[in-house]
Nanobody, 125 residues
Framework: QVQLVESGGGLVQAGGSLRLSCAAS????????MGWFRQAPGKEREFVAA????????RYVDSVKGRFTISRDNAKNTVYLQLNSLKPEDTAVYYC??????????????????WGQGTQVTVSS
């Protein structure tokens, strides 16, 4: 079992930045590939970014490439999502999730076994 707790969300103006954190506890964090997903009001949850267990490789949805950066610190059992140049359409609840290492940097939420409770990001225009 892995427990995930997100933090760092909030209200920010368009063009601003936030850094989301996801702290993991339970089984060895480095066993898992990690991902970030988001769900906007009235929309389905969508993939945002993922990172391999060692942090060497990442993957992003096209809409956030060049603006968001995923990273992880296995010594601190934490994965981060740096959000820059935020837009109103980035407004959503952001979730971190853990997948078995073999799923690499999957964009399919069904491959993620563990989920956090989410943190709200609101971008005003």
């Amino acid at each position: 079992q892995v427990q995930l707790v997100e933090s760092g969300g909030g209200l920010v103006q368009a063009g601003g930045s936030l850094r989301l954190s996801c702290a993991a506890s339970g089984r060895t964090f480095s066993l898992y590939a990690m991902g970030w997903f988001r769900q906007a009001p009235g929309k389905e949850r969508e993939f945002v970014a993922a990172i391999t267990w060692g942090g060497a490789s990442t993957r992003y949805v096209d809409s956030v490439k060049g603006r968001f950066t995923i990273s992880r610190d296995n010594a601190k059992n934490t994965v981060y999502l740096q959000l820059n140049s935020l837009k109103p359409e980035d407004t959503a609840v952001y979730y971190c999730a853990a997948a078995a290492r073999s799923y690499d940097k999957s964009d399919y939420e069904g491959n993620y076994a563990y989920w956090g409770q989410g943190t709200q990001v609101t971008v005003s225009s």
